[in-house]
């Protein structure tokens, strides 16, 4: 069973920087997709960013492209996002999501991943 945990949330001021952190278990990683994915009140949940773990290629938004970065420790089963120049916006509840199979471009709809962590909250101040 996949187990996605995820961690490094909190509250920042706008402009400053956070580093979300997901462990993932149960699963032969190098075959997954890893998504970090954000939802905020009344909002759908969107992809932020997401990778093709043994390929390397990765998605992103267009609202958090230049600003975040998603990479992965393959050695750790872990997966980062890390989120520069953060504004108010950015405040969301943070999801990892793992997923597997044979994708023609990066999945980033919510509908193709199969695995979720608990999520973290980010928090953006003024």
């Known amino acids: 069973q996949v187990q996605l945990v995820e961690s490094g949330g909190g509250l920042v001021q706008a402009g400053n920087s956070l580093r979300l952190s997901c462990a993932a278990s149960g699963g032969t990683f190098s075959d997954y997709h890893m998504g970090w994915f954000r939802q905020s009140q009344g909002k759908e949940r969107e992809c932020v960013a997401a990778i093709m773990w043994s390929r390397g290629i990765t998605y992103y938004a267009d609202s958090v492209k230049g600003r975040f970065t998603i990479s992965r420790d393959s050695a750790n089963n872990t997966v980062f996002l890390q989120m520069n120049s953060l504004k108010l916006e950015d405040t969301a509840v943070y999801f990892c999501?793992?997923?597997?199979?044979?994708?023609?471009?990066?999945?980033?709809?919510?509908?193709?991943?199969?695995?979720w962590g608990q999520g973290t909250q980010v928090t953006v101040s003024s």
């Open positions: 999501a793992a997923t597997i199979g044979t994708f023609w471009r990066v999945p980033r709809n919510p509908s193709e991943y199969s695995y």
